[in-house]
């Protein structure tokens, strides 16, 4: 069964440096989506991407972040100056159909920032 | 705002029996209902959607939604020990990219 994978599982970055975390989406998926999740706390959305641009962002998604599809698999999320606040789970999903469309979650990246 | 909201629990149920998880949301204009699972330190894992009025089932699962009173459960029949787990409501309000969750209901089944 097709499944969203990300990379890396885990990452550990110093206050102010610059992390990009990776997603393939399902192959015939055409939306993607952030979400992370504080420890503890509820999924919060971040960001939805179609057709090579951003369709929906949260208060959340500032300057510092930004997401690309740099080819016809990949779906990037970069976090451009982290912040201790940034250390969350990071999801990301796919669907194929618009907004009101079933999601699928990939495992998720576990960013630590010390 | 829009909101979800959910029984934080921790919800205790005897294996075999009925589990039923709760949900309330804001908007009326919501369009579809999620049910997901998640285990500890793991992802969503979506398990049920309903779009509908009325009941939906899909194995020892049953989604009901309400749209009237805006409220949509998730019930569990036979629970086994592999139900524990953190249950989380997830709506798509009207046209929006995005699904709101709710804080998610911990359920442990009892042996």
């Known amino acids: 069964e097709p499944e969203v994978t990300q990379t890396p599982s885990h990452q550990v970055t110093q206050m102010g440096q610059e992390v990009i975390l990776r997603c393939v989406p399902i192959?015939?998926?055409?939306?993607f989506y952030w979400y992370r999740q504080i420890l503890g706390q509820k999924v919060e959305f971040l960001v939805s991407?179609?057709?090579?641009?951003?369709?929906?962002k949260s208060e959340i998604f500032d300057d510092q972040f930004s997401v690309e599809r740099p080819d016809g698999s990949n779906f990037t999320l970069k976090i451009r100056s982290t912040k201790l606040e940034d250390s969350a789970m990071y999801f990301c999903?796919?669907?194929?159909?618009?907004?009101?469309?079933?999601?699928?979650f990939g495992p998720g990246t576990r960013l630590t920032v010390t | 705002q829009k909101e979800v909201e959910q029984n934080s629990g921790p919800l205790s149920v005897p294996e075999g029996a009925i589990a039923s998880l709760n949900c309330t949301y804001s908007?009326?204009?919501?369009?579809?209902f999620f049910w997901y699972r998640q285990y500890s330190g793991k992802s969503p894992e979506l398990i049920m959607s309903i779009y509908s009025n009325g009941d939906k089932e899909d194995g020892r699962f049953t989604a009901q939604l309400n749209k009237a009173s805006q409220y949509v459960s998730l019930l569990i029949r036979d629970s086994q020990p592999s139900d524990s787990a953190t249950y989380l409501c997830a709506v798509n309000v009207q046209g929006a990219q995005k699904l709101v969750f709710g804080q998610g209901t911990r359920l442990t089944i009892n042996p």
């Open positions: 999903a796919s669907s194929r159909d618009r907004g009101f469309g079933e999601q699928y």
């Open positions: 192959s015939n998926h055409l939306y």
């Open positions: 991407f179609y057709n090579n641009e951003i369709s929906e």
């Open positions: 908007d009326r204009g919501s369009q579809s």
